[in-house]
């Protein structure tokens, strides 16, 4: 979802730094054959995490939510080259799809692809993480939040997509709506926490940036 009007916002994307060909390729191939491809982070988005990831060129990234693989290969353009990027999803059926674009990036043997559920896998990794993106499934945000901050650098960076939720956040949440009612408090959470200082974007549908003290 855009919340600017159609006019500013297709100034900015024109305005702003163009995908990588391999990515272009992704993206395209993402809309053509998988299901809900709205998910895919998608050009601008892609290179506001290229940019922040290039402006604080982390060692160690971990990603909670695959999905095709586009968000990890933009993340990883700012990582160093000793650097690994952990990256998790839970659908074994876009495993192959995500790791061919992989193998055919500059950071094939920097990714790490797990698959199966980011609550059984992220207590296995014994990493100390420069940067985090989370965006699986939203009813676990304030889980994975809490699972992660113990493993995170000081300086380390995390952050957190659909923050805003099409703009559910602000309306009146329906009672069974648990996504929404958990994006609330994760939202209330990333701006309360001692631990961490907080700034949340209206970019897409909304993009939080989180920095361990």
């Known amino acids: 979802m855009n919340f600017l009007p159609e006019k500013i916002d297709n100034y900015v994307v024109n305005h702003s730094q163009k995908e990588p060909e391999l990515l272009q390729q992704l ?6 054959k998988i299901l809900n491809p709205r998910m895919l982070s998608g050009g601008y988005q892609g290179r506001i995490l290229s940019m922040i990831s290039k402006l604080i060129q982390p060692k160690t990234i971990l990603e909670i939510g695959t999905y095709t693989g586009y968000s990890a290969l933009c993340l990883a353009e700012g990582m160093q080259k000793n650097g690994t990027l952990f990256t998790i999803d839970k659908n074994e059926e876009l495993e192959d799809f995500a790791k061919k674009y ?21 207590p296995t990794l014994n990493e100390k993480f420069d940067m985090v993106f989370i965006d699986a499934d939203k009813a676990n945000y ?8 113990g493993k995170m ?4 960076i995390i952050l957190s997509d659909n923050v805003l939720w099409s703009g559910k956040v602000v309306a009146e949440i329906e009672p069974n709506d648990k996504d929404t009612k958990t994006l609330v ?6 701006n309360s926490d001692d631990r961490i200082e907080t700034i949340l974007l209206p970019i897409r549908d ?7 003290k």
């Open 27 to 32: 993206n395209k191939e993402t809309w053509q």
């Open 142 to 149: 304030i889980t994975y939040y809490y699972m992660i901050i």
């Open 206 to 212: 909304g993009l939080s940036i989180s920095r361990v």
């Open 102 to 122: 992989f193998e055919q990036s500059l950071y094939n043997t920097q990714i790490k692809q797990l698959v199966g559920n980011a609550l059984d896998i992220i």
């Open 153 to 156: 650098n000081s300086g380390g």
């Open 185 to 190: 408090e994760y939202n209330e959470l990333l």
